[in-house]
């Protein structure tokens, strides 16, 4: 949701950014005509993300090679055109919304996997590939991506790596920039540039990698990444340990956290609701608690029963009770169940705002009781769930955006929340990003010299501002 003072500057900027005939012309002669579209059709599908929408692009472009993206830029930052690009369009901070119309460029055509390199365990990929994908094809060959998040059936490598993705695994294996080894990228002037590379240690100058990586499409457009491998796991377990209390979940994830676990899940009970209701899963259904972790232990085989006896212990000595998917379908059908839980929300409400925030794990109690109080006070559905592992709590707002008491009553629980979280030492946003929809509340976690660096390094890499603009800074 786009503050409507916002709205009235980018349609004055909007105006002024007109793409000629001959400018089209040359488009088209760029990519082919069966590779350009201003269809009114296609243009709406380019202007919405999971969450939210914008204005449509005037014009969207499918290129195939980066030598056809170096081009187009070198056009658009000459007219002073934006551009936006974007891969499945699953995130959910407006990053790849074309909130100043000009041209999207779609990665789809960017779908290879180009080697996966079991002697130095490296796979390089094109940005369009669904990150899913490319973990079945690792593990076939015996290796093991980590990056795991929810939308791994249909985000893209390339997107994830633009947000900076993290998902279950991130307790143990940490976050997309952990694999991120080395990119080829187009830079908004045309230039294109290779960071990087194929060994695990590199200290030859600043690190773009890194700096391009998590910039939310800013910087540049990646077109292939370079991405660290691990040997597959010989064996994992999941189970589920249902507690009587916030308080007994957390302090039992902490100390789970000895274990190294692969991943430790929070769900709080309106999550547990939702999902019984959703998918009638009898792991849930038969049960009753105020909070659930969902653990993964995996390893080598003897290291996880040793390691599950443990956890029997902790659970014994919490008074909590544990489950333990005995089956691969079981096994799956927990997870199944947590992936659920995000279209599942809409049963309560037909918009949805989903807010991540990430705190020291011990604050996590405090964060949800406030959004239980304020919940209380609003009288809007919130639902609370996670990565208790590393403190990255998603909690949801179902609302109707047409009612404007509901807008005004979310944007007033973000900003509690928002401001609460930071005082607890926290971020707004642990894998989600700012996009739009945070950017007004980045002055709260960020101060002004800081900024102003910031935005230094966005004018070197893009001097017109054409790439992505208006994103991330107020």
């Known amino acids: 949701m786009l503050p409507q003072i916002f709205l009235n500057k980018q349609q004055t900027l909007y105006k002024k950014m007109a793409i000629t005939k001959s400018i089209i012309k040359k488009l088209k002669e760029i ?6 579209s201003c269809f009114k059709e296609d243009l709406v599908c380019y202007s919405f993300d999971s969450n939210n929408s914008s204005p449509p692009p005037d014009i969207v472009l499918f290129p195939s090679s980066k030598e056809e993206i170096a081009n187009i830029v070198k056009l658009a930052n000459e007219n002073k055109i934006s551009v936006t690009v974007r891969g499945s369009g699953s995130g959910t901070t407006g990053g790849a919304l074309p909130i100043m119309g000009g041209i999207v460029i779609s990665m789809s055509n960017f779908n290879k996997i180009i080697e ?10 094109q940005t369009g590939v669904i990150t899913g994908d490319f973990k079945k094809a690792v ?51 045309g230039e294109i540039i290779k960071t990087g590379g194929k060994t695990k240690k590199n200290v030859v100058g600043y690190d773009l990698t890194k700096l391009i990586t998590g910039s939310e499409g800013t910087l540049a457009i990646i077109t292939e990444i370079t991405l660290k491998l691990i040997p597959k796991r010989e ?10 209390s916030i308080e007994s979940a957390i302090d039992s994830a902490i100390k ?5 676990p692969k991943a430790i899940e929070f769900m709080d009970k309106a999550s547990i609701e939702c999902v019984k209701n959703y998918t009638g899963d009898d792991f849930f259904i038969n049960e009753q608690a105020e909070a659930v972790l969902i653990i993964e232990i995996d390893g080598i085989k003897e290291s996880v029963i040793e390691k599950y006896k443990k956890l029997k212990t902790i659970c014994d000595n919490q008074n909590i009770k544990l489950k333990i998917a005995e089956t691969e379908t079981e096994k799956q059908n927990i ?7 995000s279209p ?14 990430v705190l020291p794990i011990s604050k996590i109690p405090e964060i949800v009781r406030k959004i239980e109080k304020l919940k209380d006070e609003t009288n809007l559905t919130m639902i609370s769930f996670g990565h208790a592992g ?34 607890l030492g926290g971020s707004i946003s642990g894998e989600h990003g700012i996009g739009t929809t945070k950017k007004e509340h980045i002055k709260k976690e960020i101060d002004d010299v800081t900024l102003s660096i910031m935005k230094k390094i966005k004018k070197t890499f893009d001097p017109n501002g054409i790439l992505n603009p208006y994103k991330i800074f107020p």
């Open 335 to 341: 997870w199944k169940n947590r992936k659920s839980l």
């Open 344 to 357: 599942a929300l809409f049963k309560y409400n037909k918009d949805k705002i989903n807010e991540d925030i």
């Open 139 to 189: 593990e076939k060959e015996g290796l093991f991506y980590p990056p795991d998040p929810s939308s791994s059936d249909f985000s893209t490598i390339g997107g994830n790596v633009a947000e900076c993705a993290g998902g279950l695994n991130a307790v143990k294996y940490g976050v997309t920039k952990d694999y991120v080894l080395g990119l080829t990228a187009v830079l908004p002037t």
């Open 235 to 244: 064996c994992s377990k999941t189970s589920i340990i249902f507690c009587n």
């Open 256 to 260: 789970i956290i000895h274990l190294n």
């Open 31 to 36: 990519v082919g005509k069966e590779n350009f």
């Open 390 to 423: 590393d403190g990255n709590i998603h909690f949801n707002i179902m609302l109707d955006k047409d009612n404007p008491d509901d807008k005004k009553k979310a944007l007033y629980v973000i900003n509690e929340v928002f401001n609460y979280t930071i005082s």
């Open 116 to 125: 996966i390199d079991k002697k130095n365990f490296i796979g390089i990929v």
